[in-house]
């Protein structure tokens, strides 16, 4: 029997738990603020607090893998174990790992988060297409087989990206609407929503672009990037009701205390809502 479709089990999260996302990024300044050591074992206290106060409610964790990377083996452990944990309680976890390369080194990155024997296996990753999106399809058929997702990197929130997004493909089109309509493409006639979806910053104001990929569209930027809730109809139009919003710093600032943490994922989430059902 194929696996349920990772859009499908995003949808159902969304409609029953609510559309935000929560990553989980262990900077050394928030490990001091929680006062805890900025070592591999300040990153396992901050990572388990998150993951108990928030892995049984919000639809999705986002771990950013580069800040469990740089304890080395001790913090891939960590990641390992929040992404089993997290799992258990249904949390969806999308891996942030951004990874982009070619042929047998993409297959490898595949099968790191997208093969369900792997320890690190994960919902969905995150991947970037400016190596060509044809480049991808060893992780697009990797999340096909296992009923994971792939997000794929297209109008970010950083402004340097605008320099390869916003350039113009030799048809006319920007970058970004060449890759938007690539994945598009992979998720024709997918119900109730595809498993590919992309990476647009919800600090554009104006996406400027067509967003119906009949996929999901992570959002990051609300909170320490300026965006907020009621900025979301704006850049997402006709779209919005398949935004996943991503918060870190405004959720996790609220650490350690557990309530805090749920506190305020609860007040973001009834924001969300509130936004989109008003658009």
Not at 13 to 28: E, Q
Not at 120 to 137: E, I, M, N, W
Request: net charge negative.
């Amino acid at each position: 029997m194929s696996p349920e479709p990772f859009g499908a089990r995003l949808r159902r999260a969304m409609d029953t738990r609510g559309p935000l996302c929560v990553g989980i990024d262990p900077h050394a300044s928030l490990l001091t603020a929680w006062g805890l050591n900025d070592d591999a074992a300040g990153l396992e206290r901050f990572t388990r607090t998150v993951v108990e106060a928030l892995a049984d409610r919000v639809a999705v964790l986002k771990p950013q893998s580069a800040f469990f990377e740089r304890f080395g083996s001790r913090g891939i452990a960590v990641l390992e174990k929040a992404v089993q944990e997290a799992r258990a309680a249904g949390a969806l976890v999308l891996m942030d790992a951004k990874r982009g390369d070619i042929g047998s080194t993409m297959g490898a990155y595949a099968a790191t988060y997208l093969e369900k024997d792997s320890p690190l296996f994960s919902d969905a990753v995150t991947v970037s297409p400016y190596l060509g999106f044809g480049s991808l399809r060893p992780a697009l058929d990797a999340a096909v087989l296992s009923g994971a997702g792939v997000f794929v990197l297209a109008l970010t929130s950083n402004p340097e990206g605008a320099e390869v997004q916003r350039a113009t493909a030799a048809d006319g089109r920007s970058l970004a609407q060449l890759m938007l309509d690539h994945m598009a493409a992979e998720n024709e006639g997918m119900t109730p929503l595809g498993s590919v979806g992309a990476v647009v910053g919800a600090t554009l104001g104006d996406a400027g672009a067509n967003l119906a990929i009949n996929g999901p569209l992570l959002a990051p930027g609300i909170g320490a990037q300026g965006a907020t809730p009621a900025d979301l109809p704006g850049v997402f139009g006709a779209s919005v009701g398949n935004v996943v919003p991503s918060v870190s710093r405004g959720v996790l600032s609220r650490g350690p205390d557990a309530t805090g943490l749920r506190e305020a994922a609860e007040r973001l989430t009834d924001e969300i809502r509130a936004a989109v059902a008003g658009s």
